[in-house]
């Protein structure tokens, strides 16, 4: 199965700080680009989506910037809080065709 | 509007058992997806159903199965249990095959 690298591991940023998450991916058929919010005992949730038909997409304090010719994604967000601190996940499909592949999860602390 | 529910939330099994675990997806939604989530590790890709059919299976041995019935609920059937397949189970359910899938609590399996 296509891989999809997520970097970092973990994070720590102070409160206000503007985390970065990255991920990379192999499958240049991948069309659909999702992130994943995940707190402790709880299922993934959907945070944010792009196309590779646009460069960035903003909702509320989350930032997708993608790149398509380094098939590079990454996660923004701005004017960080403790709540936010969870593990985030990357992930691609085909839609249409495959199933999500998910990256490896980065865990993120927002210490006040 | 309903989410995706699973069951159990827990379930300790001993070496060697079966264990089933159970979804419902979203109301309207068609496709299920499960995924194991070992501790540390991402969301490692399953199974996945869609109009009763199975339509891709991860790198998984075959002793983990699953069905959709016709009312698109789906469980998922691990047999002869090791040590190894404790885990989070997480089941989640999209609209569109490969898009948007929306997670479940998950079901926490435990092999003792």
């Known amino acids: 199965q296509q891989q999809v690298k997520q970097s970092p591991q973990s994070l720590i940023v102070q409160k206000g700080g503007i985390p970065i998450i990255n991920c990379a991916y192999e499958?240049?058929?991948?069309?659909?680009f999702p992130w994943y919010q995940q707190f402790p005992g709880k299922g993934p949730a959907l945070l944010i989506a792009?196309?590779?038909?646009?460069s960035e997409k903003k909702e509320g304090r989350f930032t997708i910037s993608f790149n398509k010719s380094a098939k590079q994604f990454s996660l923004h967000i701005m004017d960080s809080q403790p709540g936010d601190s969870a593990t985030y996940f990357c992930a691609a499909s085909m839609s249409g065709n495959t199933p999500l592949v998910f990256g490896k999860g980065t865990r993120l602390s927002v210490i006040a | 509007e309903a989410g995706v529910t699973q069951s159990p939330t827990h379930l300790i099994k001993t070496r060697g058992q079966q264990a089933t675990l159970r979804c419902s997806p979203i109301s309207g939604h068609t496709s299920v997806y499960w995924y194991q989530q070992a501790l540390g590790l991402g969301l490692q890709f399953l199974l996945w159903?869609?109009?009763?059919?199975?339509?891709n299976r991860g790198n998984f041995p075959p002793r983990f199965s699953g069905r959709q019935f016709p009312n698109y609920s789906s469980e998922l059937n691990v047999n002869a249990l090791e040590l190894e397949d404790s885990a989070l189970y997480l089941c989640?359910?999209?609209?569109?095959?490969?898009?948007?899938?929306?997670f479940g609590q998950g079901t926490r399996l435990t092999v003792v």
């Open positions: 989640a359910s999209s609209l569109e095959q490969g898009l948007t899938a929306f």
């Open positions: 499958n240049t058929a991948f069309d659909y």
């Open positions: 792009i196309r590779p038909d646009v």
């Open positions: 159903y869609d109009e009763g059919e199975e339509r």
